[in-house]
């Protein structure tokens, strides 16, 4: 049995949880997310708590009962407290500033990069190298980090770049001389 699966998803006093066969839909003070569970996973609510069971025992449904029962805990948690991912900016001249809604990045290049958050998505500056993306969906956020991110990975030698806080970069030795 499933470790993941076979624990229940509790629902805080502020949410309210509908499930309509296979399709889950939770409304919190963060919105509303929707997710649809495959039919080889029976949901049941009681009160409270959300269970999450098999309807048999065979390899695939198995593989599918723990993702099922997170992708629910995801959507309980991003309606009531939301997640966050937070990004740092290392680099002489890197810098981030918001203007409006959209993130404005300083990164080296010849031209400032601009990136408008999607819906659900608030983009936070702290002073001018700490970045932190808020939202309800937790994979919109990780998406979100995900293309910051990709806009200037840090390098090995020096380990500059964005990276995630707490990230470890290997750093590799540069060229010696004689």
Known sequence: MSRIG???????????????????????????????????????KEGNIITLERANEERKTRALHGL??????NLVTGVSKGFTKDLEIHGVGYRAQKDGKKLVLALGYSHPIEINPPDGIEIIVEGNNKITVKGACKQSVGDMSALIRSKRPPEVYKAKGIRYAGEYIRRKAGKTGK
């Open 68 to 73: 099922s029962r997170t992708l629910v805990n």
């Open 6 to 44: 076979k624990t229940p998803v509790e629902i805080p006093d502020k949410v309210d949880v509908t499930i309509e066969g296979n399709s889950v839909t939770a409304k919190g003070p963060l919105g509303i997310l929707n997710v649809s569970i495959r039919s080889e996973i029976i949901i049941k």
